[in-house]
């Protein structure tokens, strides 16, 4: 297998951190490695766990990013990173348990087979969505309903979190240009990924005790309508 990174933003993950990168290491994959990205919204043991797997594995890389402004900025650091260390393909996940490591092959198959990019659904068949308030379900199914609308994409699940990128995908992009600092992230990384040889794949969402405000649905709408007149600038020219 190609030398393959997950990307893996956390923050007061104590809980399920050290049994999420023990599933993780278990997968029977060498050349597969784990940077756990965390700043310092962190004030439990995460980062104290994170760092005696480090110790205990190769395959497991703490990153503390002092420049974070929010997870959007932990992704893209990771992703900076990964880069800069040989990574050929990328996954992102979520540290808190919502994704499932045992799913992760799946990605890997897929990536490995020549698809560009790999989103997770919870919305197509096989998918799913439990342990989430009804009312997460709907902003979820309608944030995918309006953003297909809008920006004529063509997914069942514009807002995942759990996907899996070629290297050059990410070379592509221009991260530090990405306008979304919150929830509408996933659904800007899809809308500029729409043209390259993609495929979705079923995922089981475990939801979490995390709550979403108002204003982030508000801030989601507004830069919904901004995406198409800033998608040049995200691209690297030449």
């Not at 990964?82 to 499932?100: K, V």
């Amino acid at each position: 297998m190609k030398k393959t990174i997950i990307v893996m933003p956390v923050a007061n993950e104590e809980a399920t951190m050290g049994q999420i990168l023990d599933e993780i290491l278990r997968l029977p994959y060498d050349n597969l490695y784990i940077y756990p990205v965390i700043d310092s919204y962190s004030r439990d043991r995460t980062e104290e766990i994170i760092r005696e797997k480090e110790k205990q594995s190769d395959r497991v890389k703490c990153i503390f990013y002092e420049r974070s402004t929010g997870v959007v900025s932990c992704y893209l650091e990771g992703f900076r990173r990964a880069l800069a260390d040989g990574a050929e393909q990328i996954l992102e996940m979520d540290g808190g348990g919502s994704h499932l490591p045992s799913e992760i092959p799946l990605f890997l198959e897929k990536l490995e087979s020549g698809y560009d990019c790999v989103w997770g659904s919870r919305f197509m068949e096989g998918g799913s969505m439990r342990e989430q308030p009804l009312y997460r379900r709907i902003l979820s199914q309608g944030g995918t309903i309006l953003a297909n609308l809008v920006l004529r994409t063509r997914l069942k699940d514009m807002t995942s979190g759990f996907e899996g990128f070629q290297r050059r995908i990410l070379e592509e992009l221009d991260l530090d240009a990405f306008l979304s600092k919150g929830h509408m992230y996933q659904t800007e990384m899809r809308f500029y990924c729409r043209k390259a040889h993609a495929l979705e794949v079923p995922i089981h969402y475990v939801g979490t005790a995390s709550s979403l405000k108002s204003s982030s649905v508000t801030e989601a709408l507004r830069l919904l309508f901004q995406l198409k007149k800033n998608e040049v600038y995200v691209h690297r020219r030449g």
